[in-house]
């Protein structure tokens, strides 16, 4: 089962602990919600607007902890009602995921200051985390560290399935990668889960709307659990170079790092 979390429990909050191990599953974003600030943490009422947090998989112990932490007893005059909602995780609205729990403040919001953006964690200034999809030469920490990225906080194997990878980007190395849709194609990589801002240094070395795009993707790990990531993908869309000796040897170090088998054979496929 799945939670939408937009408050304290959110990472970096006081009572983030209690999903510190749970699978993060993405960032996204759930409608028909107003966020309020109710003085220390946030609370989402029925409304016209969008609010954005942290989406988790959770079992039923995880559940009831949590109910507890809320003080929902599923009672008319509890503070919380915990209810389902449908994520979405990119703006198109292409990847979502429905019947995810969700707990919504059952008091007054009269008087309370409104959060128009419905994102807690930017509205106090506390970090965001987000899930990257990394395939070529981001598996490779030296190549992250030469970008700025200091800090993954948790690294999980991955497959993007229904693309292929191709070279058709200009760049230092002489053809950099791209992401091609192919039904019968997959991409071995790894979701790294980080803080927002090294993805943005992430962007001035990918040549964000320049060179390439962010684009949200569902990603699958050896479990066939999915995750929904944004990658960087380029709308040059012709032609399919060879890469240089140098840039090969880059992805394929980033890959066996962790990867073993197949994906190492058909890294470069």
């Known amino acids: 089962m799945f939670i939408f979390v937009y408050g304290s429990l959110r990472y970096g909050f006081e009572l983030h602990h209690y999903l510190r191990k749970a699978r993060f599953v993405g960032l996204g974003y759930a409608e028909n919600y107003d966020m309020y600030d109710l003085g220390g943490y946030p609370g989402v009422a029925k409304g016209d607007g969008r ?4 989406v988790y998989e959770i079992d039923q112990r995880t559940l009831a902890l949590l109910d507890q932490v809320e003080d929902y007893k599923g009672e008319e005059d509890d503070l919380y009602v915990r ?7 990119d703006e198109k609205r292409l990847h979502k995921l429905d019947g995810v729990y969700l707990y919504r403040y059952n ?3 009269k008087d309370r200051e409104e959060i128009s953006s419905g994102d ?3 509205w106090v200034g506390m970090p965001v985390i987000v899930n990257l999809f990394a395939y070529a030469e981001n598996t490779n920490y030296e ?3 030469e970008r700025g990225v200091k800090e993954i906080l948790r690294e999980t194997n991955s497959i993007l399935p ?4 191709i070279f058709n980007v200009p760049c230092k190395y002489g053809m950099c990668a791209n992401l091609r849709e192919d039904p019968k194609g997959k991409v071995c990589g790894y979701v790294y889960m980080l803080i927002e801002d090294y993805l943005n240094t992430l962007d001035k070395a990918e040549g964000h709307l320049i060179k390439y795009v962010r684009k949200t993707l569902r990603v699958v790990d050896d479990q066939g659990k999915e995750y929904f990531a944004v990658a960087y993908v380029s709308d040059q869309d012709e032609g399919n170079g060879t890469p240089s000796d140098e840039y090969r040897a880059i992805i394929l170090k980033g890959l066996a790092r962790r990867w073993k088998g197949e994906c190492i054979s058909t890294g470069l496929q």
């Open 107 to 109: 008091q007054s919001i």
């Open 83 to 89: 209810e389902t909602t449908t994520v979405f995780f």
């Open 120 to 122: 807690y964690s930017r």
């Open 143 to 145: 190549v992250l560290s």
């Open 51 to 54: 609010i954005w947090g942290e």
């Open 162 to 165: 229904g693309y292929r990878m």
